[in-house]
RNA sequence: GGGAUAUUAGCUCAGUUGGUUUAGAGCGCUGCCUUGACAGGGCAGAGGUCACCGGUUCGAAUCCAGUAUAUCCCA
């Protein structure tokens, strides 16, 4: 059989990947066995996949894998986000392309163009999913927005209203002017602009007075409605009652006081603007101000703005100030850094707004979303440090503004009959609806007609915060099997960016809906930056293309890559020589591979060497085994990772094959042969999780396998006893390798030239290890001596001595100079343990176990002094 | 402005209730090695006053207080 001697993963992974799909390995159905399920976090239907998502879903589904060898009925359930606000954005960018504007559309013109963009475009990041290898129930797909998620929503939203806890109000909400849609305060991002203070002066009414007061937005002055000061600031009490005059619209305004205002700040003089500030939207209702909206929905002027309607804020800004330069209003203009709020999808500045919205009440909902993350076990957080963030946010929580002015969508389930503010009701659907409606306003005769649905959408989120209960359609058929089977979920793997946004959201949806958690654990992975630490971002153009990654270095590669330098929660500094790294790992395992499968096997004796590399190897196999369970029972992924890295690596390449290996084209003995094949199965078992293709490929290639035998259903390993004689044994004969390699080196001894080696044991040793310290440094005997050797090359492990023979003279000096080195430091450690030993308050206080440590460390480092000294009087 | 988290080798990180040698790993770096699994490899080696300043303790990278710096979240 001819074995290439590189690994090609384009070549098998499609392979795999269809074999695994045509034999329905990934799909799940409840059953006996224990559950073990996922969720995907819904990626945007717009999306293409990312380094953010390759982390995410690798982790996920090295998490499903090991669930399914482990016997577990593993369930990764995956699916997409109707996003509403990027994708209602896209659909009307390539309807403007077209010459199509929204506003001539009906809605239900919109949605059709919607729906067929999203049929044409939307999933690509699915497939792309599949090439990474994630093993999800394909079956399963949902979105957040087909029929199943629709009447989840909708009723859920009948049901809050019905419990009282969704109203109507009219609030000043975060406008988007370029999607022209609310924001929640969390799609919002601050940011620090440098801008300019404008310092403008007021007339006083009926006097020659004036009052200057600092603005950073000076084209909201047309929506002024009072003057404030503070009462407590002297400087301007001779205004008090007084009227001031907006510049260029002369509306007489008046003059308010209130201890909200900042003396220190600017002039210590304030205008407001009620339709336009948050803050001055509170004084307003205070102190019963008028409000004036100056502003169009795209943050254009409108009739209020005079000679600037239609014209766009900012511009306004400039041509205004520019205006009341010329007209002596503007006294100066400083720099000011300022805070600006901007869209995080459209990047526009914010405009607070006063519109009617639809709000959920929080406060109730969070009390046992709080209890099962921060007072019980019933839900975990790896990293354990974002329950600080959780708990910031849940207790400072305030109502979710739930309406967004799109189509794409929920449409709100309120149906108004009448023009009076309450004249609306609420209902699954439109028939409900009518006889609500009939009831509430008294009128028989009111038909399907008279009613006119709300045209808002519901936040993207107020779908996504269902999914784990809605995918399993656990919303419209509460006692079904597959939820009753499924939920509650058990990990959930996601960025700590939407902690509120959606994992929040989730644990109070499972607790109010299923009075229930909604998952067992939550993993946070950290955010992909590139190596200066930036954010990876389409505009910074630092992402790399993720489908040409996996073409370069295999998708097991990326996922080695990406999982090698993610410890939980912190960043990761991607580094695509980490992909290199996953890569050379699948070769080296590759070659593992290959060169048993290149021997020739032969009914021989087991040599002793063979016989006890592989009983060191169980154990260490064992060992890595138990150390690999507790990372997993803590989410260290990469370190898991890194724990079968090095044992396949050093432990089963390095030492155990060169333990092994036969003789130049001699045979092997079958019982050897065997064993070592048995042996690099469990280790592809381990290495499935996170290598699925290559591992599968080679586990093929060893036998021919059925169906049933796949390595993406077999059965992972179990822990077993560890001997720990055998571990301890082979590190000492390991160092002696290292040693006699050493000494090769110095002198330029080539491995083909068989050295004698002599030992001083004074450590009593056992010689068992003595076979395999000989293959592998080509050493043709150890033999035991009593008292140093001449003329030899030296080297001690522990109190043990080693005395290599070679031609030619020795430099007795250099021998002398190593000695004394090893000795000093030895003497130096030495004294510093015995300082412990002989401090009184140490040997009385510290526990028994560690003092004990300390006499072995005590006596290691006296044997060893003793040699060296030994070695040193036998030199000179 | 408020809060959280961090600061350990050139880089990315471990270091679990303070005690397993005088602090570890992976990568990178340096040197040597071309026939026989793999140069995508082998072997060996260098490299750190654990941010700083105090304190607690028999003992501190680890606990406490302060300082500096960085990142994130909130306003």
New binding site residues.
């Given amino acids: 059989m001819d074995i290439p001697?590189?690994?090609?993963p384009q070549n098998v992974e499609n392979h795999w990947y269809d074999y695994w799909m045509k034999h329905n390995y990934f799909h799940s159905t409840p059953d006996e066995r224990e559950p073990y399920t996922i969720v995907i976090p819904p990626p945007n239907v717009t999306g293409v996949l990312h380094m953010g998502h390759m982390l995410n879903n690798t982790i996920q589904d090295v998490l499903t894998r090991r669930a399914r060898l482990m016997g577990k009925n593993a369930c990764w359930v995956p699916g997409m986000d109707h996003a509403s606000i990027a994708t209602e954005a896209k659909v009307v960018a390539k309807l403007k392309e077209q010459g199509i504007n929204k506003s001539d559309l009906t809605r239900d013109e919109f949605l059709k163009h919607a729906w067929a963009w999203t049929d044409e475009y939307g999933g690509v990041i699915l497939d792309q999913l599949k090439k990474l290898g994630c093993s999800c129930d394909w079956e399963r797909t949902a979105f957040t927005l087909d029929d199943e998620r629709y009447a989840s929503v909708i009723k859920i939203f009948v049901d809050l209203y019905n419990k009282g806890l969704i109203y109507r109000g009219y609030r000043m909400v975060n406008w988007d002017p370029e999607a022209q849609t609310t924001l929640s305060?969390?799609e919002?991002?601050?940011e620090e602009k440098q801008g300019l203070l404008y310092y403008l002066e007021y007339k006083i009414e009926g006097s020659d007075e004036k009052v200057t007061i600092a603005t950073t937005r000076p084209e909201t002055i047309l929506g002024d409605t009072a003057i404030c000061i503070n009462p407590n600031d002297d400087r301007f009490r001779h205004l008090r009652g007084k009227k001031a005059i907006v510049p260029i619209c002369n509306r007489v305004i008046p003059i308010i006081e209130d201890e909200y205002v900042d003396i220190e700040f600017g002039t210590g003089c304030l205008k407001v603007t009620p339709a336009h500030d948050i803050n001055d939207k509170a004084l307003g209702e205070k102190h019963k101000l008028e409000t004036i909206d100056i502003f169009n929905a795209d943050a254009t002027m409108n009739s209020f703005g005079m000679h600037y309607e239609g014209k766009d804020r900012f511009v306004v800004r400039k041509e205004i100030s520019k205006e009341l330069e010329e007209n002596g209003f503007l006294v100066k203009t400083e720099q000011h850094m300022n805070?600006v709020g901007t869209s995080e999808r459209t990047k526009a500045v914010i405009e607070p707004r006063l519109s009617d919205q639809w709000f959920l009440k929080m406060e109730d909902l969070v009390k046992p979303a709080i209890k099962g993350v921060l007072d019980s076990d019933d839900i975990n957080f790896f990293p354990k440090?974002f329950e600080?963030?959780y708990r910031?946010?849940m207790e400072?929580i305030?109502d979710w503004n739930v309406s967004r002015q799109l189509w794409w969508g929920q449409q709100i389930p309120a149906y108004y009959f009448g023009d009076g503010e309450n004249d609306f009701v609420v209902a699954e659907n439109i028939e409900d609806a009518l006889a609500l409606a009939k009831e509430k306003s008294n009128n028989q005769q009111l038909t399907t007609d008279d009613l006119r649905q709300d045209e808002d959408a519901l936040d993207t989120w107020f779908s996504s915060w269902l999914w784990p209960m809605s995918v399993f359609n656990g919303i419209t058929d509460p006692d079904n099997e597959e939820v009753n089977y499924y939920y509650p979920t058990n990990d959930l793997v996601t960025g700590?960016?939407i902690i509120?946004f959606w994992v929040a959201r989730m644990i109070i949806a499972g607790y109010e809906f299923r009075d229930e958690k909604p998952f067992k654990n939550v993993y946070f992975t950290?955010?992909v930056r590139d190596?200066q630490?930036r954010?990876m971002s389409k505009s910074l153009g630092n992402s790399p293309d993720a489908l040409k990654l996996i073409e370069k270095y295999g998708a097991d590669?990326v996922r080695v890559g990406m999982l090698?330098?993610s410890?939980?929660g912190?960043?990761?500094?991607f580094?695509e020589?980490?992909c290199?790294?996953g890569?050379?790992?699948?070769?080296?395992i590759?070659?593992?591979f290959?060169?048993v499968k290149?021997w020739e096997v032969a009914d021989l004796p087991q040599p002793e060497a063979s016989k006890l590399g592989i009983a060191w190897y169980q154990s260490k196999f064992n060992q890595t085994l138990l150390e690999i369970e507790?990372h997993f029972s803590?989410y260290r992924i990469?370190?898991a990772l890194?724990s079968i890295?090095?044992l396949v690596?050093?432990d089963y390449?390095?030492s155990l094959?060169?333990i092994i290996?036969p003789?130049?084209q001699k045979p092997i003995d079958k019982t050897t042969f065997d064993q070592v094949i048995q042996i690099f199965e469990q280790n592809l078992k381990l290495l499935h999780p996170f290598m699925p293709f290559l591992t599968e490929e080679v586990w093929q290639h060893i036998a021919e396998r059925t169906p049933e035998e796949a390595l993406v259903i077999s059965k992972w390993p179990a822990v077993t006893a560890t001997n720990s004689e055998l571990i301890a044994g082979f590190e000492f004969a390991d160092e002696v390798?290292?040693g006699i390699?050493?000494i090769?080196?110095t002198k330029?001894i080539p491995?083909k030239e068989a050295l004698e080696v002599s030992v001083l044991n004074e450590g009593k040793i056992s010689e068992d290890w003595d076979v395999v310290i000989c293959k592998l440094t080509n050493v043709s005997e150890i033999s035991y001596v009593d008292a140093a050797v001449d003329s030899a090359l030296s080297f001690r492990v522990?109190s043990n001595e080693y005395f290599i023979p070679v031609g030619g003279a020795i430099d007795v000096e250099a021998e002398i100079a190593k000695i004394q080195e090893e000795l000093e430091?030895?003497?130096?450690?030495?004294?510093?343990?015995q300082k412990?030993l002989s401090?009184e308050?140490?040997v009385n206080?510290?526990?028994d176990q560690?003092i004990a440590?300390e006499r072995k460390?005590q006596a290691?480092?006296e044997a060893k002094i003793e040699t060296l000294e030994k070695s040193l009087v036998s030199l000179s």
């Fill in positions: 001697s590189k690994y090609e305060d969390e919002v991002i601050y805070k440090k600080n963030t910031h946010w400072n305030r700590p960016d509120f950290g955010l190596k630490r954010k590669g090698l330098c410890a939980a912190n960043d990761l500094m580094d020589d980490l290199q790294q890569k050379n790992f699948a070769n080296k590759w070659n593992g290959r060169l290149g507790d803590k990469s370190d890194m890295y090095k690596w050093d390449s390095s094959l060169e290996k003789a130049y390798i290292s390699r050493t090769r080196k330029n491995m522990k430091y030895t003497k130096g450690f030495l004294t510093s343990v412990k401090n308050r140490f206080n510290a526990p560690v440590i460390k290691d480092a």
